[in-house]
């Protein structure tokens, strides 16, 4: 691991174990004889990192960590990439709430994108977040304005 590396990796620790910047400096003193982590080498630097485990730092272990998931989401998936699409799911979801889906949720869009587009388009994305074609974009918000007007969802 390089230099720059354990010194991220010790900020992350000391954020962890919730010390502050005067903590970590006498932690470095301690631990190395050395306040600057700039002027550490990556063995002195290592010696720090296992100083911050010995106080209860475990690296690259975060209880519910999935790549891709901002912190706090819950296990949520990102938002769509586009502000377009995320309408598409807002209006999913209203439906939804409303009480007028079958199978709401993610799964319950792709599925109604694939039966009610695939015939007119020739085909469709496996997932809605892959819909790029802002024709094809504009049926599907059309579609579900008019489902949402059918079932008294105001949008």
């Given at each position: 691991m390089t230099a720059r590396a354990l010194q991220r990796l010790i900020h992350v620790g000391c954020r962890e174990l919730g010390l502050d910047a005067d903590t970590r400096r006498d932690l470095q003193l301690v631990a190395?004889?050395?306040?600057?982590?700039?002027?550490?080498s990556e063995a002195e630097l290592a010696k720090?990192?296992?100083?911050?485990?010995?106080?209860g730092f475990k690296p690259g272990f975060k209880p519910g960590f999935k790549p891709g998931v901002k912190p706090g989401a819950k296990g949520r998936r990102p938002a769509a990439p586009r502000p377009?699409?995320?309408?598409?799911?807002?209006?999913?979801?209203?439906?939804?709430?409303?009480?007028?889906?079958?199978?709401?949720?993610?799964d319950g869009l792709n599925a109604f994108l694939r039966t009610r587009f695939e015939g007119k388009w020739g085909s469709v994305p496996i997932d809605i977040d892959a819909l790029r074609d802002a024709g094809q974009i504009n049926d599907l918000t059309r579609a579900l304005k008019d489902m949402c007007r059918r079932a008294g969802v105001d949008t």
């Open positions: 190395t004889g050395k306040a600057s982590m700039a002027e550490m720090l990192l296992e100083a911050l485990k010995a106080k377009d699409l995320r309408y598409i799911h807002v209006l999913w979801g209203l439906l939804g709430k409303a009480g007028a889906l079958k199978k709401p949720g993610r």
